[in-house]
């Protein structure tokens, strides 16, 4: 009869220790990531809290008990995935905050691009007709050509 109360405690030990490596891998993961500024700090902050919530509940026992009678929930494991699904929810309400402002200012950079694009046009199209001129001033040295060209017919006129 004692030999269960040891193996339920023997298995209990293993699977704290499983628990506190994975939680301290998933806090190395997130640091490597920070290091290597593949993660925001801002974000990553929220990453490190919940490995350290991860590794605080796998060194202590009795703290998810603890935690399930103060959310008031009957069984421990029910009242972490609550908490997961809480945390879950707080972080897509986060990301659709953040996705809708980049969509924003997405689109205010794009109308200043194409802004930009239309001023550099327009001042290409001023340069290209002789030093920001206007198309209405091109017109003036073709009428000056064709007086050029009337000239000589009628010196050769009155040569003959």
């Known amino acids: 009869m004692t030999v269960l109360p040891l193996a339920a405690h023997a298995v209990g030990t293993k699977a704290q220790i499983v628990a506190v490596m994975v939680a301290a891998i998933f806090l190395g993961v997130v640091l ?6 593949r993660l925001v700090e801002r974000y990553a902050l929220l990453w490190m809290f919940a490995a350290a919530g991860m590794l605080v509940l796998a060194v202590w026992r009795d703290g998810l008990k ?29 990301f659709s905050i953040a996705t809708s402002r980049l969509s924003e200012e997405t689109k205010v950079l794009a109308q200043e691009v194409a802004r930009l694009d239309e001023e550099l046009r327009s001042t290409g199209t001023a340069a290209a007709n002789g030093d920001g001129a206007s198309p209405a001033v091109e017109a003036q040295p073709s009428q000056e050509a064709s007086a050029d060209r009337e ?3 009628r010196a050769s006129t009155s040569d003959q």
Not at 32 to 37: G, H, I, N, Q, S
């Open 32 to 37: 490597e990531l920070v290091r290597r500024r």
């Open 66 to 94: 603890t935690l399930a009678n103060l959310v008031g929930v009957a069984s421990p494991p029910n009242a972490l995935f609550l908490i997961g699904l809480g945390v879950a929810f707080v972080l897509l309400l986060h």
């Open 151 to 153: 000239a000589p017919s």
